[in-house]
């Protein structure tokens, strides 16, 4: 069974690469185009990892991560949060809200790739 794993970003041409690189390693995709989104992807079919922009529509990627942390049931969750924000000050506060990596756009995709298999080693 292979990993799940819920894109959030509101910026279309991100979503289609940032799908494609996680279907071509072998996870089972869904995606969200807001905060709101998100939110409602994680009740309805819990993913093993989130890839979260910071900047969204209807909620940002911090509001998510808040939410998502103040359930219990979504402790496992692992959250990336992949934005153009970074600042120290801006990851110290996603990290402070609950994400357990942060990575600065813009990326390789090769490093996201490696740092999602990791994550996900090792929760798995």
Do not use: W
């Amino acid at each position: 069974m292979s990993a799940k794993v819920l894109i959030a970003d509101d910026e279309q041409n991100i979503l289609i690469s940032l799908e494609f690189l996680m279907k071509r390693e072998g996870y089972q995709v869904s995606v969200a185009h807001d905060g709101q989104e998100a939110i409602d992807a994680v009740a309805k079919d819990k993913p093993n990892l989130m890839l979260l922009d910071a900047m969204m529509p209807k909620k940002t990627g911090f509001e998510v991560c808040q939410e998502i942390r103040s359930n219990p049931d979504n402790a496992d969750i692992i959250i990336l949060m992949l934005t153009a924000k970074g600042r120290d000050t801006d990851m110290a506060k996603g990290l402070a809200l609950g994400a357990d990596a942060y990575m600065v756009k813009p990326f390789s995709t090769k490093e996201l790739a490696q740092k999602v298999r990791e994550l996900l080693g090792a929760a798995g």
